[in-house]
């Protein structure tokens, strides 16, 4: 696996300065956020120029912009708004394609998975169906995160079954979409959720996954946690890495923790490398 850094836990931090950290860390592989949150360099209303300017960044630090990540939610309720939120992934995929990244990162959606039954699915399934077709135009490859819903807690956060962490749900979906649409495979979410052994996940569906997020939580309260460097967790690690010895894909570490951004990346890093990564 080629491991980096991806864009969440940056979202304080300016671009330039997560290029110098991922450097320092002896890494070459950085995730670009592109309107996925307020902060991002890049937002739908980017000019060629501030693209170019993006562009000649990573390329100064020698950091491959390979990898790309927005903020969508297909599952909303009114289908008008899972629409607008098509169209502003479809300007992202407009951005990627210039600034020469070849995979994007995306949503599902956070709505709890019983939610989305019947025409809710069926909207989601299509704007995801779309968002394959535009992006095979520009040849980059969209990449769905097993990503459950949040809801904050006085302690940390507590993580439910969306329709991309939940086993059945995300099967389904795969099985409905085209092959283009591949999966963003981040174990730490589906641990969160509820699965105990993500990489029985992993194994399910490993011919579609080309891009994955490496983080931990660990208990915060009785059903809420909060954000980990890989490894403190009680997650089984060394069975999970197994399950992914064969995985060459981008594997970024996604430490979530703002205040010490940093020295979390790098534990993550020290980690993941006595497993010879």
Not at 100 to 109: T, Y
Not at 152 to 174: E, N, R, W
Not at 210 to 234: M, N, Q, T, W
Not at 242 to 263: K, R, S
Request: glycine residues 8%; aromatic residues 8%.
């Amino acid at each position: 696996m080629h491991l980096g850094l991806a864009a969440w836990g940056f979202r304080e931090t300016p671009l330039e300065k997560q290029l110098e950290i991922t450097g320092k860390l002896g890494l070459d592989l950085l995730e670009l956020s592109i309107a996925g949150h307020h902060n991002d360099a890049l937002q739908l209303d980017a000019s060629a120029g501030k693209i170019a300017e993006i562009r000649k960044l990573f390329k100064g630090y020698g950091i491959s912009l390979n990898c790309a990540s927005t903020g969508n939610d297909f599952t909303l309720p009114e289908k008008t708004d899972n629409l607008k939120q098509l169209e502003s992934v479809k300007r992202v995929i407009d951005i990627a394609g210039e600034v020469g990244a070849e995979r994007l990162r995306v949503f599902a959606g956070f709505s709890p998975v019983a939610d989305v039954t019947g025409d809710r699915w069926n909207v989601m399934i299509d704007c995801l169906r779309q968002v394959a077709e535009y992006a095979a135009a520009k040849g980059i490859t969209p990449a769905i995160e097993t990503h459950g819903g949040v809801t904050a807690a006085a302690d940390g956060v507590i993580h439910f079954y969306s329709t991309s962490s939940h086993p059945a749900t995300l099967q389904k979906m795969m099985a409905e979409l085209p092959e283009s649409i591949k999966i963003t495979f981040d174990p730490a979410n589906l641990y969160a959720a509820g699965i105990k052994h993500p990489e029985e996940i992993y194994i399910q569906l490993k011919d579609r996954i080309v891009y994955a997020h490496l983080k931990d939580f660990i208990p915060a309260g009785s059903d809420s946690v909060r954000p980990a460097a890989c490894g403190e967790s009680a997650m089984d690690w060394r069975t999970l890495l197994l399950a992914m010895a064969d995985y060459d894909g981008p594997a970024l570490i996604e430490y979530e923790n703002v205040e010490d951004i940093e020295d979390g990346c790098r534990r993550s890093l020290q980690f993941l490398r006595k497993f010879g990564i």
